[in-house]
């Protein structure tokens, strides 16, 4: 038996329970029934599925599932292009250092205790973004005369 990604199946779902339009915006009752579909899929096993939920955690996946593909897939947000609301909000989220300060500061009760390793958590993170910037190159030519003069190596 062949299984169909996520992706897929949140599409078909929502489009079998929507008709055909250009941009979705499922009311509450069509959401359900998009959901009631896809935690089906899961458990017949046609949707893929990397580890196995309780019928309760799977309800809550799935509804976060259909979420996310209403904004993400392009087929059903409209063409339009995915922009993260709070890009950056999990800086650092795979360090090991940041998460033991972040452990640390939930610890502490003074606040001069909490101002220092703070300012330890901003400085890391400063260094884990510094490491990810690309230098893009400058196009001089589309530069003012003088800027282009100047800054030009």
């Keep these: 038996m062949t299984k169909i990604s996520q992706k897929e199946a949140v599409f078909q779902a929502v489009k079998n329970v929507c008709g055909e339009q250009d941009s979705y915006t499922p009311s509450k009752e069509q959401r359900a029934q998009v959901n009631a579909i896809l ?3 899961f458990r017949s096993g ?33 063409g339009v292009s995915y ?3 709070n890009p950056g909000s999990r800086a650092g989220s795979g360090d090991a250092s940041l998460k ?25 993170i400063q260094e ?8 893009k190159p400058v196009d001089f ?10 800054f030009q190596k």
Excluded: C, H
């Design 46 to 78: 046609t949707i893929e599925l990397d580890r196995e939920f309780s019928d309760t955690d799977l309800k809550s996946y799935v509804s976060g599932l259909q979420s996310n593909w209403l904004r993400k897939d392009k087929r059903l947000n409209g």
């Design 39 to 41: 935690f089906e899929g």
């Design 128 to 135: 884990i973004n510094a490491s990810k910037v690309k230098a």
């Design 100 to 124: 033991a300060m972040r452990a640390l500061l939930t610890t502490l009760t003074t606040e001069e205790e909490k101002s220092e390793v703070q300012g330890y958590i901003d400085a890391r």
């Design 83 to 85: 922009v993260a609301k």
């Design 141 to 150: 030519s589309a530069l003012p005369a003088d800027l282009a003069a100047k």
